[in-house]
Antibody, heavy 118, light 108 residues
Framework: QVQLRESGPGLVMPSQTLSLACSVS??????????WSWIRQSAGKGLEWIGR???????DSNPSLRRRVTLSIDSSKNQFFLKLTSVTAADTAVYYC??????????WGQGTLVLVSS | EIVLTQSPGTLSLSPGERATLSCRAS???????LAWYQQKPGQAPRLLIF???NRAAGTPVRFSGDGSETDFTLTISRLEPEDFAVYYC?????????FGPGTKVQVK
């Protein structure tokens, strides 16, 4: 059974960098069949795709976030990562990590709430 | 970017009734890149339908998806108590994913 779990600080100061990790179990991030994505959900903007990364390092990201987003993957730890720079209150959201195949996302992690506040 | 519009915003029905949810895209979406998710309070979204009409593992047969090009539909043939939730459609094209705003199915 594939499971994903997000981890990282629940509170980030404005203008700082949000850093999250997603730990994967039940499969390996090095499989070439799938990609690994980040999604966030806020009351104001609903579900918003942040980006995806393949084990080979290919990355796609939301054009609206691209200049602030860094995605990476560590096969040795079976994890992948999100960094979002220069955060503001608008980045407050529940962040989910997911596995993707073709055009759909499954399964999802439980999500982690990140609050941007001083 | 393709924008997805879902209607209605809220659907008030009783258990046993049929639910029909609509998802309209601002541009053509290949059917293989259209998915539906269910989200219950405090939980992550769960994949229900992929490729517009294929049930994901564990999705009950009362859920069905249909549609093509810009108009897609999720139907729940007979609502069970556990089906009252929010449903999102999602598309993938040009290396970008977008989601609809969701339809809330609530108890009448």
């Amino acid at each position: 059974q594939v499971q994903l779990r997000e981890s990282g600080p629940g509170l980030v100061m404005p203008s700082q960098t949000l850093s999250l990790a997603c730990s994967v179990s039940g499969t390996t991030v090095s499989t070439g069949t799938y990609y690994w994505s980040w999604i966030r959900q806020s009351a104001g903007k609903g579900l918003e795709w942040i980006g995806r990364i393949y084990n080979g390092g290919d990355i796609d990201s939301n054009p609206s976030l691209r200049r602030r987003v860094t995605l990476s993957i560590d096969s040795s730890k079976n994890q992948f990562f999100l960094k979002l720079t220069s955060v503001t209150a608008a980045d407050t959201a529940v962040y989910y990590c997911t596995r993707g195949a073709l055009g759909w996302l499954d399964p999802w992690g439980q999500g982690t709430l990140v609050l941007v506040s001083s | 970017e393709i924008v997805l519009t879902q209607s209605p915003g809220t659907l008030s029905l009783s258990p046993g009734e049929r639910a029909t949810l609509s998802c309209r895209a601002s541009q053509y979406v290949p059917s293989r890149y259209l998915a539906w998710y269910q989200q219950k309070p405090g939980q992550a979204p769960r994949l229900l339908i992929f490729g517009a009409s294929n049930r994901a593992a564990g999705t009950p047969v009362r859920f069905s998806g249909d549609g093509s090009e810009t108009d897609f539909t999720l139907t729940i043939s007979r609502l069970e108590p556990e089906d009252f939730a929010v449903y999102y459609c999602q598309q993938y094209s040009s290396s970008v994913f977008t989601f609809g705003p969701g339809t809330k199915v609530q108890v009448k």
